[in-house]
């Protein structure tokens, strides 16, 4: 069982940045594939970006390409999501997530997932 808990998420203005945080627990963080997915309102939860057990491959949505960097600490069972030039279209619910095995793109395919924190960009 792996536990998630997500912290980082308020309010910006538009332009502005944030840094997501999500600690796992347990003793097999650097086995997982982590993922931060985000969900607006009316919408489903979609994919953000993916990052493999070692760090070394990533990947990232086109709507976020090029602003958000996801990366690791396996030391510390942790991984960001900085986020930069947000866009009031960016405004969503931020989910953590987490699953054994390599990167994979889609919802069903994570097993385990955060709480969510909200990200809110004014315009």
């Known amino acids: 069982q792996v536990q998630l808990v997500e912290s980082g998420g308020g309010l910006v203005q538009a332009g502005g940045s944030l840094r997501l945080s999500c600690t796992a627990s347990?003793?097999?963080?650097?086995?997982?594939?982590m993922g931060w997915f985000r969900q607006a309102p009316g919408k489903e939860r979609a994919l953000v970006a993916v990052i493999n057990w070692s760090g070394d491959s990533t990947y990232y949505a086109d709507s976020v390409k090029g602003r958000f960097n996801i990366s690791r600490d396996n030391a510390r069972n942790t991984v960001f999501l900085q986020m930069s030039s947000l866009k009031f279209e960016d405004t969503a619910v931020y989910y953590c997530?987490?699953?054994?095995?390599?990167?994979?793109?889609?919802?069903?395919?994570?097993?385990?997932w955060g709480q969510g924190t909200q990200v809110t960009v004014s315009a």
């Open positions: 997530a987490s699953r054994y095995g390599g990167s994979a793109y889609g919802v069903v395919e994570y097993r385990y």
């Open positions: 347990g003793r097999t963080f650097s086995s997982l594939t």
